[in-house]
């Protein structure tokens, strides 16, 4: 019965992130950016960006390792790895919500095919960045929990998604960082 009561609590705990992450991000675009801000703020918040794209690299490579690190048997530092993408992805959503609320959104400005292949892969990244939240977070407690069996079926899932939402953002950045004001 103990057992039961923790597990309910952790998925009440990743159904509600699951929910509000994304409502938070749409409100983003909903809420007018800060007013007021000097030039010199408004170059120094333009770091953000790049500290997201790192975030996402750096998640990118902890995922990668940690998917080489399964399949060699290392358990720990496969843990270990998940652990350190996971805080890097938490901590890239607190730099994305603070570069928003502080700034208007930035208009890509390619033409042509570059814009179409630019609007796929930023379409992709987004519903795919709402769709890993729950993945990400059932897949990572059911692992700490022992329940590898259901671990390893959602990992087969997640794992690839959360690369490619990692790999994405920063080849949004890339795209997008051109159109900067600073």
Not at 96 to 112: D, I, N, Q, R, W
Not at 158 to 169: D, I, Q
């Amino acid at each position: 019965m103990t057992q039961a009561l923790p597990q309910r609590a952790v998925q009440r705990f990743v159904w509600i992130l699951s929910i509000a992450v994304p409502l938070i991000v749409t409100g983003l675009y909903l809420i007018p950016p800060a007013e007021g801000l000097s030039e010199e703020t408004l170059r120094q918040v333009y770091w953000l960006p790049r500290l997201n794209a790192l975030l996402n690299a750096t998640a990118f490579c902890c995922l990668a390792a940690s998917l080489m690190a399964i399949r060699r048997g290392k358990v720990a530092r496969h843990k270990a790895l998940n652990t350190a993408a996971l805080a890097l992805s938490a901590l890239f959503l607190v730099s994305y919500v603070a570069f928003h609320l502080l700034t208007e959104s930035t208009k890509f400005g390619g033409e042509g095919a570059i814009r179409t292949v630019y609007f796929v892969i930023l379409v992709s990244h987004i519903l795919l960045s709402a769709a890993i939240v729950p993945l990400a977070l059932f897949s990572y407690a059911r692992g700490l929990a022992g329940d590898i069996q259901r671990h390893r079926r959602i990992a087969k899932i997640t794992m690839p998604l959360w690369l490619y939402v990692t790999a994405t953002g920063v080849v949004v950045f890339w795209m997008i960082s051109p159109y900067y004001p600073y």
